[in-house]
């Protein structure tokens, strides 16, 4: 690929075409979640709780990844900004390395606590639980794939190519989607027969990447020599974020423990109602991406101005799908929960879940976009504190709302939407002030 000198003109443009296929990734992503969703469901609200119980230490990985992927992406987009693409391999050299012996560490740890980390959650039934630590166990041998393919997914979006990811993503999903029933239902293996899937689809997409990697001009690492001082500025600008993403994942393991009060069935509402909330999280994630590659290389440039005009395009999209998303999930929340779970219970509680959480959709999705833009300038730390303190909220304030509400089950949704209503008012506040305390040093950003 080769470095464009108009790379920044027409910057919503720009950041529509890149951000593009990372929100179609995002989607069939989206897509084969709900598809899988029904297809657990199926088999019933218990099986559905085991695997939404598993699925908090899938994200964990996910969490802990950060430290290499948030890090490595944002210095290959400053290194192709600087156009100096041997760091930018440099950069690549040191990550593939490191990641592969973190995610192998954390199955091994994973493999040995399985059945200690399901109980954390507590589901409070004991067939829900064996089912849901031996889900783990399998399942869990998509983590060293999984890992990679993050990697190679955030240093090709931050070198500008999001098409690569975004083809490869796909063909893994569809062959994820196709295996999941067969595994399911026709080989008979329940929810394990989906664990399988995924590895069988995860190790492909691994084996895609390394072939594409390879046929990269600014990204393939041949004849690199590793050097530790480059790890270390991937993990400097990835410590906030993964204590970030695993504070988030701790504590949604700990709201996971408040809402088995009411039951299996909460639990089972809860995962059915994230995967339908995706809808603007993954739309305004993709932005988000794309955000942060352009604003990193506008950074990497020391083109402050367009910089600024990045963020400006991100936040009025933002406005545009978060209002479309809340006023969908708010007008229409029952029609969307019955798709996955349809028994009298289950329903009442996702309407209820959907609706509370549509009002946060809007700030949901400024929080993101902001926290792409802190991304690209290289300032990971802020939203990261940000996002732990107000998050953590989310516990006291659900107890606070139990007590004050006579222990109703939309508290526990209330404090969710408020800390998230929160989290995206102040992020995008904080940018502004920074950013233009930031111009003033340079006197070339016109705010």
């Given amino acids: 690929m080769q470095i464009k000198e108009a790379w920044f003109k027409n910057d919503m443009k720009q950041l529509v075409m890149l951000a593009l296929p990372v929100i179609a990734t995002s989607f069939t992503s989206m897509a084969y979640n709900f ?50 693409i041997m760091l930018a391999k440099s950069y690549v050299k040191s990550g593939i390395q490191a990641i592969i012996i973190i995610s192998l560490i954390y199955y091994f740890i994973l493999a040995l606590a399985r059945k200690y980390a399901i109980g954390i959650v507590g589901l409070n039934n004991p067939e829900i639980e064996k089912a849901a630590a031996t889900f783990l166990l399998i399942v869990g041998l998509s983590i060293p794939f ?39 239902f026709v080989a008979g293996l329940g929810i394990n027969g989906a664990a399988i899937g995924t590895i069988v689809s995860q190790a492909i997409a691994t084996y895609l990447f390394y072939r594409k990697l390879n046929q990269s001009e600014d990204l393939r690492p041949t004849g690199i020599t590793y050097r530790s001082v480059l790890l270390k500025n991937i993990i400097r600008l990835g410590i906030s974020p993964t204590i970030q993403r695993v504070s988030f994942t701790i504590i ?45 290389k506008a950074y990497g440039a020391k083109n402050y101005d367009d910089q600024w005009k990045v963020f400006c395009s991100g936040i009025t999209l933002a406005l545009i799908i978060g209002l479309i998303t809340s006023a969908a999930l708010i007008i229409f929340p029952e029609a969307l929960f019955s798709i996955f779970l349809s028994d009298k219970q289950s329903l009442a509680m996702g309407k209820e879940y959907l609706t509370i959480l549509g009002y946060s959709q809007l700030f949901m999705c400024l929080e993101l976009m902001a926290t792409g833009a802190f991304f690209g300038w290289g300032r990971t730390n802020i939203p990261a504190i940000t996002s732990i303190s107000l998050t953590l909220l989310r516990i006291p304030m659900a107890f606070a709302f139990i007590h004050l509400w006579s222990n109703s089950l939309s508290s526990v949704w209330w404090s969710i939407s408020i800390s998230s209503i929160a989290k995206g008012t102040i992020l ?20």
């Fill in 35 to 84: 598809i899988n969703m029904i297809f657990v469901g199926r088999l019933g609200s218990d099986a559905v709780a085991a695997v939404g119980s598993a699925g908090f230490f899938m994200n964990l990985s996910w969490g802990i990844s950060a430290i290499l992927t948030v890090g490595a992406g944002i210095k290959v987009s400053h290194s192709i900004g600087e156009k100096n």
């Fill in 146 to 184: 999984l890992l990679q393919n993050l990697f190679f997914t955030s240093i090709f979006i931050g070198s500008g190519d999001s098409k690569t990811p975004f083809r490869i993503t796909t063909i893994a999903l569809i062959l994820n989607i196709t295996l999941d029933p067969l595994l399911i």
């Fill in 428 to 447: 995008v506040t904080l940018y502004i002030i920074l950013f233009k305390t930031f111009s003033r040093k340079y006197n070339t950003v016109r705010l």
């Fill in 252 to 296: 949604a393991i700990g709201m996971a423990r408040i809402i088995s009060s009411w039951g299996a069935s909460a639990i089972a509402v809860q995962k059915v109602g994230v995967q339908i909330e995706a809808i603007s999280y993954m739309t305004a994630g993709g932005f988000m991406s794309a955000l942060s590659s352009l604003s990193g």
